[in-house]
């Protein structure tokens, strides 16, 4: 069975510090997608990414792929009270996403 | 921004009754998903769709759910005699298979209570 670990569970942390959120599985996942999913609505697609080692950017937001496409990350900069909310890692297998359990984020003005 | 949209938003049913949630998946699209989401739960897949045919099913996709693309744009969701425990977040979903990553769009959900 594949498993997609998500780390941490919770954070809490004060607006203007950085934090970063880590998706780690055993198996290899031929791509991997971030989402963010706000209460009573359907994930939202952040990002993308395919490539081992790829990095992307979306404005303070910078998501990264491991190089052997079994961990990712998500890093945010200058967290701000908006950014607040569930993130959820899906990893991309046959035709299924296979997800980890989502990282809440509360950023405290 | 195209995006998936489903119906109903929200309903409740009794137990035993069946249900068809409804999909319109992005038009361009050819793959389609159900997922759900049981209240402070994962998500979890159910079943994947392409070529008007089922690609790949989980454990929880049983003889009591049926999935059908009735239209060129409609993609729907049976549940045959509901259960409490299908009490959930159904989430439509579709992809185009094509872009780098095979990229899924998720609907916004349809909230099914089962009394």
């Known amino acids: 069975t594949q498993l997609l670990e998500q780390s941490p569970q919770f954070l809490s942390i004060q607006e203007g510090e950085n934090l970063t959120v880590y998706c780690n599985s055993s198996?290899?996942?031929?791509?991997l997608q971030w989402y963010r999913q706000e209460p009573g609505e359907g994930p939202v697609l952040l990002v993308t990414v395919v490539t081992g080692g790829e990095v992307k950017k979306l404005k303070r937001l910078t998501f990264q792929f491991g190089d052997a496409r079994k961990d990712s990350s998500l890093h945010i900069t200058a967290a701000q009270p908006g950014d607040t909310g569930l993130y959820l890692c899906a990893g991309h297998s046959n035709y299924q996403l296979i997800w980890g359990a989502g990282t809440k984020l509360i950023i405290k003005p | 921004e195209p995006e998936v949209t489903q119906t109903p938003s929200h309903q409740v049913t009794q137990m035993g009754q069946e249900v068809i949630l409804r999909c319109v998946p992005i038009s361009n699209h050819l793959y389609f998903y159900w997922y759900r989401q049981i209240l402070g739960q994962k998500v979890e897949f159910l079943v994947s769709f392409y070529n008007n045919e089922i690609s790949e099913k989980s454990e929880i996709f049983d003889d009591q759910f049926s999935v059908e693309r009735p239209d060129g744009s409609n993609f729907t969701l049976k549940i045959r005699s509901t259960k409490l425990e299908d009490s959930a977040m159904y989430f439509c979903a579709s992809s185009d298979g094509q872009s780098s990553g095979n990229t899924i769009y998720f609907g916004e959900g349809s909230w099914l209570t089962v009394v």
């Open positions: 198996s290899v996942f031929s791509s």
